[in-house]
Structure formats: structure tokens, C-alpha cells
T-cell receptor, first 114, second 112 residues
Framework: EAGVAQSPRYKIIEKRQSVAFWCNPI?????LYWYQQILGQGPKLLIQ????????DSQLPKDRFSAERLKGVDSTLKIQPAKLEDSAVYLC????????????FGPGTRLTVT | GENVEQHPSTLSVQEGDSAVIKCTYS??????FPWYKQELGKRPQLIID?????GEKKDQRIAVTLNKTAKHFSLHITETQPEDSAVYFC???????????FGTGTRLTIIP
């Protein structure tokens, strides 16, 4: 079974620039998550999709972050404009969508904002 | 919302000894508690989980215990090996919610 795919793996941008991350979840997984993991901390949920609908985006800084999952499969997360404090690893995870099912993480995108 | 606290933040144990990591949660409705292992520069990987209808679960050298009354759960690693060195995260969520709240992590170092 192929895992969760993410790209790019690394990205360096200057503050105020824009950046986009892509995630392809495990085939058939209805639920997709984007997490932000700042160095030395646990992952923090940014947004959760169930198919192509948003379930929870309460911790997404909506003035600069946006995400979409138009066809209920792949997802993109965008930051515009980036700030220094956005430097982190952005993890995508997916789960089958059944109650209590396990989440499987992608390798992450390490973003450095200079 | 849920709040998960994890202790200790760092832990060093001699190879072969046991390691214990503890977490507490705030939402009494939480009923699913996974543990993730994250090696340096790699993705978090699920190593064991426990649901609220059991008090203990074991998988080879790893075990997890849950005390719902006290709202805490613990990870136990016995006969530790160098490859156990990593950061471990606990998490909590409610059945049907699937929104994981993670602890702050424990950096475990196994001393050869």
C-alpha cells in the first residue's frame, strides 16, 4: 500500500513570499489533515477535510493560510504572505474516515522562511 | 477543547532498562489514545494505541496503560535498545471526531 505523498520536501522562501504544498493521501482515505510542526513541538492541526468538505479549520490562520481538496483526493495548502514564524514542517496525514481510525503521516515539507 | 500534557520532555535510560512516558488529558470525552514515534527528520509513526474500553495493551516490548478516572495514560518500553531513541508523542481524541491533540513530545535517548 503506497503511503501519503507530499511535495516539495524542502522549501526556502523569503518573508512575504507565497508558497504552496501538495499532498496525495492513501488511496481510499476519506479524511485528510494538515498539521504544522514547529521544531521541538508536537504537530498542531491546521485543517481537517472529510472528502472535499472542511470539518475543522479552527486553528488555521485564515488571513494568510488557505487549503483546498477540490475532488476529495489531493490537497494543497498555501501560505500567502509567509512570515518568519511560519518556519516549520508541514505534515499531511490521512485516515479511512472511520471513527477511531489511525492516521498515517506523510514525510512532511520543511519550510524555512528567511 | 482538549489539552494534552506530556512528561518528561527528555529522558535518558541505559540500554536494557525500562522507559516510561506519561500523559494527561483534560477532556473526559476523549476515548482514543495513540502513541507516535518520530525519528529525527522523519514522519511520526503510530506505534501503539489504546481505546477507553481497556486499561492496558501490550505489543512485544511496548505497553500502554490508561486510567480514565485520573485522565492519564502512559507508554512503557521495556528492554530498551538504541533504535528506541526518538521523540515520542502521545495524543488524544474522541471516537468519531478524529481530531488528534498531541502532547509536546518526549525525547528518549538510549545510552549504550
Amino acid at each position: 500500500e503506497a503511503g501519503v505523498a507530499q511535495s516539495p520536501r524542502y522549501k526556502i522562501i523569503e518573508k512575504r513570499q507565497s508558497v504552496a504544498f501538495w499532498c496525495n493521501p492513501i488511496s481510499g482515505h476519506a479524511t485528510l489533515y494538515w498539521y504544522q510542526q514547529i521544531l521541538g513541538q508536537g504537530p498542531k492541526l491546521l485543517i481537517q477535510f472529510q472528502n472535499n468538505g472542511v470539518v475543522d479549520d479552527s486553528q488555521l490562520p485564515k488571513d494568510r493560510f488557505s487549503a483546498e481538496r477540490l475532488k476529495g483526493v489531493d490537497s494543497t495548502l498555501k501560505i500567502q504572505p509567509a512570515k518568519l514564524e511560519d518556519s516549520a514542517v508541514y505534515l499531511c496525514a490521512s485516515s479511512p474516515g472511520l471513527a477511531g481510525s489511525d492516521q498515517y503521516f506523510g514525510p512532511g515539507t520543511r519550510l524555512t522562511v528567511t | 477543547g482538549e489539552n494534552v500534557e506530556q512528561h518528561p520532555s527528555t529522558l535518558s535510560v541505559q540500554e536494557g532498562d525500562s522507559a516510561v512516558i506519561k500523559c494527561t488529558y483534560s477532556d473526559s470525552a476523549s476515548n482514543y489514545f495513540p502513541w507516535y514515534k518520530q525519528e529525527l527528520g522523519k514522519r511520526p509513526q503510530l506505534i501503539i494505541d489504546i481505546r477507553s474500553n481497556v486499561g492496558e495493551k501490550k505489543d512485544q516490548r511496548i505497553a500502554v496503560t490508561l486510567n480514565k478516572t485520573a485522565k492519564h495514560f502512559s507508554l512503557h518500553i521495556t528492554e530498551t535498545q538504541p533504535e528506541d531513541s526518538a521523540v515520542y508523542f502521545c495524543a488524544a481524541t474522541t471516537f468519531g471526531n478524529e481530531k488528534l491533540t498531541f502532547g509536546t513530545g518526549t525525547r528518549l535517548t538510549i545510552i549504550p
